[in-house]
């Protein structure tokens, strides 16, 4: 913080008194420099026989490596040398005591610290490295704990800002095996951006007074930017924390509050003093001002534990707060230990950089992902915050209490917790189906896998980079997906007794990759092969980016059946021309004439570019024209593609294979016809082979399968038709009512399935939804969002309703939109952006007005959701672009630009042409590496587009005519269009759009 002239401020004032009362009086660093000049000028005639033994004892006592020592520019020049990513180990960290002061005044935004590290000295030297970024230091203090508490004189200590390290050099040498005391007075500012320790604001909705509070976010290195610290994720120490707060205020922490104290000189501040932690990283450390209020739940077999949030939305918190403790049980009975801590709280906060972080002891979620409306909530947005707080208590045990050695593993916590979460989660809520959530997690994964840049699990940090610019997905949704292979080609029992021994092992320290592979050959010695190595099979999954796909290939003279492996690429081209890549396959396969879907152990290993299995039963689907089928309820992490008559047979026989089959068997289908290995006949006849199923699950994936050729073909009247015959008898059967019946009854399929059907054009839906909405805004109530509706299917209803509604009542939605007291501004700006008449859309964004935005403070949050509901309309995507441009210059050089590339994916999604490729490319070098890296991943999925329209469009419009259709469907086309003309009472702005459609002759 820098100083001031005139009169101080309050962080001025609040610091001199707290120093004057905390901190013991030292003379200013300059000072030791001249007593020393002085001293050696005055007696350096009759004592240069003294400083010779000095330097003779000294050079002994490191072990005659006295140079390295003597010149501490040498010696600087020596640490470059050193890793620039880890600091050097001659000094670590035995304990932290931490005392901190956020202050949340309106005038100065500030931040007051002192912290207290206990050292201890591994190896001689004069020089100690720790972690400090935009810290203001005020005053270093090194002293021996022994009795006497010597104290060491600096000579200088610098701050290098590239890599964030506070280097501090001593005159003296710290002695091996002795323990020291670091002392550090700094000053910080408390900035807005959601990183270290920041300030966060929410608005009383009872007195309109907007309140700040104060939230930590240490993750992955953000520790340094609140005080100085050894922040490594393997360095692990307890720490005993104070938080200085006003009185009106309160505090929280990793442990529990054990004493307040008045601060001296310091009106209307007390100290909150918290018990000493665990050992454990930095980056899991937690410190937090808020005016939040509170609740505890009691549980048999823990003390209890709170519940924070603001007074608003508390009653909404239940829900999760309940939830908690019942995986935490779980947990400890998944993984054979006992949560060891004396609380695990958690709180709401308004803002936060990730969906929730799992500090230990006080689980922090964002706010919007952790609220369920009690009874009313919709299936997707309870879900989704099951799986985020299950995951983070899953991390109480992945992470907290066994953490990786160095953040090249950060899959390790990730992959473990997503997977033990949601394992706890499916025991708890037993309608939500472990397979189904997985499925979902394998999907994500291939179609982020498939591209040429993906990354493997291990990274090689050996780029200069910030480490939150290297970490995306991948240890999240990859790493959930390899932990879920490795339980299955294990089984239960042998994963299970491993993971225990594992976090037995390591509990309260460190392991990376390496360390769990050798827990589990322990475990597998007594029932798998000596020759199996879990090392060697599991070092390719990690080490390479993607994944295999297996080619399987039917020999009819012989029975065999040959495989051969390769890196799989969504558009089947290899940029290298043959796969490199090599991975340990762990196969397992079924045969039509002995189905057996339940045995994942695996059968053989696929260890070579190619193998020959030999197999009776193999030989006798092959010779008895059988389907065969590979890679059972697709539990490994690799993609199968079959030769022309296997394909044949599973989709002629596909009415007899379980549902979970039927997904894995469209998935691989989706992907081999993208890639170009797969005659898309094949895939139309498994999509219409959907069309008598009503089965939830299956749905969902379909219209995820459908939702990219949706993009390709985007308003084409051709696509939405056929979607609407695909999808009209389950709509019919299972959501046509959905509108008539209570929202608590309300289902994720359903939803998404309305959703569909509409966006078709489906008419009977449509009608539906704009009779619901009309009822909604009957009266011109308030739209209400806690009502019970979640805010994405409000959006998308808003959306389908302003598609057909008038200049007038457009206008009225606009009007609503800028009500101070509306509190739903998220739906009405997507829904605002959906109308088909360009001038309305003009008129809205000059309202809103996109130019000279202040995006830091989050004063325009709304603009990601108008863009992208603007992107989504086709009427309107070419003036969505111009104003995506505007936006782009007024956003700076801003630090969190993530809204921004939020925006940019919406748009890529219907982006196809070379054009786009062109206007895209002109954003890249504005903002650094890590923005232009996202910016070519997106540029390479547009690209992926236009070579997708090149080699499929037109064929796809071809096969999608109402002739094929023919070819699949017993029924009429007439039928259908008969269904959706015969509805009456749509206004007539519906049939200038839409009915047009259905009357074209194909």
């Known amino acids: 913080m ?29 000072c030791y420099h001249l007593k020393i000049r002085f001293i050696l000028m005055a007696i350096v005639s009759t004592v240069i026989a003294s400083l010779i033994i000095y330097w003779f ?36 960290p035995l304990e932290y005591t931490l005392q901190i002061i956020p202050l949340l005044a309106e005038n100065n935004f500030s931040i007051i610290g002192d912290v207290k590290i206990q050292l201890y000295c591994k190896q001689p030297t004069k020089h100690i490295r720790l972690h400090s970024r935009k810290l203001n230091i005020k005053n270093v203090k090194i002293t021996n704990i022994r009795p006497g508490n010597k104290s060491y004189i600096i000579e200088n200590y610098k701050l290098i800002s590239d890599d964030d390290f506070l280097d501090i050099f001593l005159l003296q040498l710290l002695i091996k095996n002795q323990s020291y005391v670091l002392r550090i007075n700094y000053a910080a500012d408390l900035n807005e951006e959601p990183i270290g320790l920041f300030r966060s604001k929410y608005k009383n909705k009872i007195s309109n007074i907007t309140r700040w509070i104060a939230v930590s976010n240490f993750f992955p290195d953000f520790a340094r930017r609140a005080f100085p610290c050894f922040d490594e994720p393997s360095i692990k120490t307890p720490f005993r924390i104070s938080i200085g707060r006003k009185a009106d205020m309160r505090t929280h922490s990793n442990s529990i509050l054990i004493a307040t104290e008045k601060i001296h000189n310091i009106s209307d501040y007390v100290w909150d003093h918290y018990n000493k932690t665990p050992p454990m990283s930095t980056y899991l450390v937690a410190f937090m001002v808020t005016d939040f209020q509170s609740y505890q739940i009691n549980v048999t077999d823990r003390p209890f534990h709170n519940v924070f949030a603001r007074k608003d939305v508390q009653n909404d918190t239940m829900y999760i707060g309940n939830l908690i403790p019942r995986i935490v049980r779980l947990m400890q009975n998944l993984t054979g230990f006992h949560y060891d801590l004396d609380k695990l709280d958690m709180i709401a906060v ?17 706010e919007n992902n952790v609220l369920v409306r009690n009874k009313k909530q919709h299936l997707d947005s309870k879900l989704r915050s099951a799986i985020i707080a299950s995951h983070a208590v899953a991390h109480q045990w992945f992470g907290n209490l066994v953490t990786p050695k160095w953040w090249s593993n950060v899959w390790l916590k990730e992959g473990f917790s997503s997977f033990f979460g949601i394992k706890a989660l499916s025991m708890i809520e037993s309608s939500w189906s472990i397979e189904d959530i997985m499925a979902a997690q394998y999907r994500e994964m291939f179609e982020r896998e498939a591209r040429e840049k993906a990354y493997p699990l291990y990274l090689n940090l050996t780029l200069k980079k910030p480490l939150r610019d290297i970490f995306d997905s991948t240890p999240y949704v990859k790493g959930n997906c390899l932990v879920n292979m490795i339980f299955h080609f294990l089984g239960e029992s042998i994963f299970f007794s491993s993971i225990k021994k594992y976090i037995e092992i390591y509990r309260y320290g460190a392991a990376d990759q390496e360390d769990l592979w050798d827990v589990f050959q322990e475990e597998i010695k007594s029932t798998l092969s000596k020759e199996f190595s879990m090392r060697n099979v599991m070092k390719n999954w990690t080490d390479h980016a993607g994944f295999p796909v297996v080619h399987v290939l039917r020999n009819n003279d012989t029975g065999l059946v040959e495989l051969t492996q390769e890196r799989f690429y969504r558009d089947g081209l290899n940029p290298r021309g043959t796969s490199e890549e090599l991975w340990c396959i762990p196969l397992t396969w079924t045969i039509e004439s002995d189905q057996r879907f339940d045995g994942t152990l695996p059968k053989a290993w696929m260890l070579e570019r190619s193998m020959v299995i030999n197999d009776t039963g193999l030989s006798e689907a092959i010779f008895n024209n059988q389907w065969i089928l590979f890679n059972i309820n697709q539990t490994g992490l690799y993609r199968v593609n079959y030769d022309v008559e296997n394909w044949r047979l599973l989709t002629n026989r596909f009415d007899i294979l379980p549902e979970t089959t039927k997904l894995q068997i469209l998935d691989d289908a989706f992907a081999m016809f993208n890639a170009g290995l797969l005659d898309q006949v094949f895939l139309w006849k498994i999509l219409f082979k959907f069309n008598v199923d009503t089965e939830e699950t299956v749905w969902l994936s379909v219209k995820a399968a459908l939702k990219f050729i949706e993009y390709r073909l985007w308003n084409s009247h051709v696509f939405e038709f056929v979607s609407c015959k695909l999808v009209d008898e389950v709509y019919l059967s299972k959501a046509k009512n959905m509108f008539e019946t209570d929202i608590e009854s309300w289902s994720l399929f359903n939803f998404e399935l309305t959703k569909w059907a509409c966006s078709m054009g489906h008419k009977t839906c449509i009608k539906s939804v704009l009779n619901f909405v009309d009822e909604l805004l009957s009266n011109d109530a308030t739209i209400n969002v806690t009502d019970g509706l979640s805010r994405e299917f409000l959006s998308w209803a808003y959306c389908t309703y302003v598609k057909f509604s008038s200049e007038e009542q457009w206008s009225k939605l606009l009007a609503k939109y800028h009500e101070p007291k509306e509190n739903d501004k998220f739906s009405l700006a997507y829904a605002l952006g959906c109308t088909l008449n360009i001038t309305l859309i003009e008129r809205y964004l000059s309202s809103i007005s996109l130019e000279n935005k202040n995006w830091k403070n989050n004063e325009n949050q709304y603009i990601e959701v108008t863009l992208m509901a603007i992107a989504n ?16 210059k007024s956003y700076g050089n801003i630090e969190d630009y993530d809204p921004l590339v939020k925006i940019f994916y919406g748009f890529s999604t219907t982006m196809d042409q070379e054009e786009n490729v062109k206007w895209l490319t002109r954003f890249k070098g504005s903002r ?7 910016i070519e991943t997106i540029i390479n999925d547009v690209k992926f587009n236009v070579a997708w329209n090149r080699r499929h469009k037109n064929v796809v419009r071809d096969c999608s005519s109402l002739n094929f259709l023919r070819t699949l469907d017993d029924r009429p086309v007439e039928d259908h269009r008969r269904r959706y003309e015969g509805e009456q009472g749509l206004p007539e702005e519906w049939n200038k759009k839409y009915l047009r459609r259905l009357t074209l002759t194909y």
């Open 2 to 30: 820098a100083n001031h002239t005139g009169s101080p401020d309050i962080a001025e004032i609040t610091f001199q008194a707290y120093t004057r009362q905390q901190l013991t009086s030292e003379e200013p660093r300059r």
């Open 57 to 92: 004892v000294n050079s002994i006592l490191v072990n005659h490596n006295d140079s390295k020592h003597s010149d501490s520019t040498r010696y600087r020049s020596a640490l470059r040398k050193q890793s620039q990513f880890q600091l050097p180990t001659q000094v670590v």
């Open 350 to 366: 308004p803002s936060l950089a990730y969906s929730a972080m799992e500090n230990w002891g006080l689980i922090t979620f964002r």
């Open 873 to 888: 309309n086709p009427s309107a995507f070419n003036l969505a672009m111009e104003q995506l441009e505007k936006v782009d």
């Open 928 to 934: 650094g590496s890590k923005y232009d890296t996202l």
